[in-house]
């Protein structure tokens, strides 16, 4: 079975309950929709955060979000295939995966693409108190014409995005912090998957990154609940 949950921040408190409930096995996998929260650190507190999922009964598979490290600028990561696309593994914690950036899977039937990468709204507060922020955190242009390179190949057509944050038009903009200026807002990632989402043909698509739950069209967005992966 496939299961699908939002922004997870290194508090995995949701999906070991969900083990003790359901019991799965490592057949079953387990989405962040970024911001998972296993490279944020860096070093042994990292490794503490994998070693404790790694001996969870399931697979996690990961989205790019925009408070953590890209894998592959780690040298403990490598690349493997996995469901017909290419995710990056740490050999200390096999069952602990991330999704390559345009990228197509199967899980379960499904055609699925993962879209990773957002603009950190608290930017500059991270960098003001020290805290970690990553340049790379969005698509390079390079990176999106990759993807827009797989979609070609798929001839447009998926059963089912999985990104960190949405396209343009289907922002949640209730749930935007009132002292952030959004005309201060790079939003050129979401501005892309507009495009993406005008030229697309898929079934559904699910989003995390915005800390709520709604849905819009269709497109899910996610964060505390767990659903089954559906189309």
């Known amino acids: 079975m496939y299961y699908i949950t939002g922004d997870t921040h290194g508090d995995f408190t949701r999906i070991e309950r969900f083990c003790e409930r359901f019991h799965p096995t490592r057949d079953d996998v387990m989405i962040i929709l970024g911001d998972a929260g296993f490279n944020y650190y860096g070093g042994k507190r990292d490794q503490r955060v994998k070693q404790r999922m790694a001996e969870m009964p399931i697979t996690i598979f990961s989205i790019h979000g925009n408070h953590e490290m890209r ?3 780690i040298p403990s990561y490598h690349l493997q295939q996995w469901h017909g696309g290419m995710v990056f ?7 602990l995966l991330f999704a390559v950036d345009g990228e197509v899977f199967d899980m379960g039937g499904l055609q699925t693409i993962a879209i990773g990468g957002a603009y950190s709204v608290d930017k500059y507060y991270r960098l003001m108190n020290g805290w970690n922020w990553w340049p790379d ?15 070609d190949y798929q001839h447009w057509k998926v059963d089912a995005v999985l990104s960190h944050t949405v396209p343009l038009k289907y922002e949640p903009v209730e749930v935007f912090l009132p002292q952030i200026d959004q005309s201060q807002v790079d939003k050129s990632t979401e501005t892309w998957l507009d495009s993406i989402d005008d030229r697309l043909t898929y079934r559904h698509w699910y989003a995390g990154h915005y800390h709520t739950e709604k849905e819009i069209d269709r497109l899910t967005l996610l964060f505390e609940s767990i659903r089954e992966l559906k189309a």
């Not at 593994?89 to 069952?95: I, N």
């Not at 955190?137 to 979609?151: A, F, N, R, S």
């Open 89 to 95: 593994v740490e050999d200390a914690y096999p069952s």
């Open 71 to 73: 894998p592959g600028k």
């Open 137 to 151: 955190e969005q698509p390079t242009q390079e990176m999106k014409k990759g993807i827009e390179k797989c979609l």
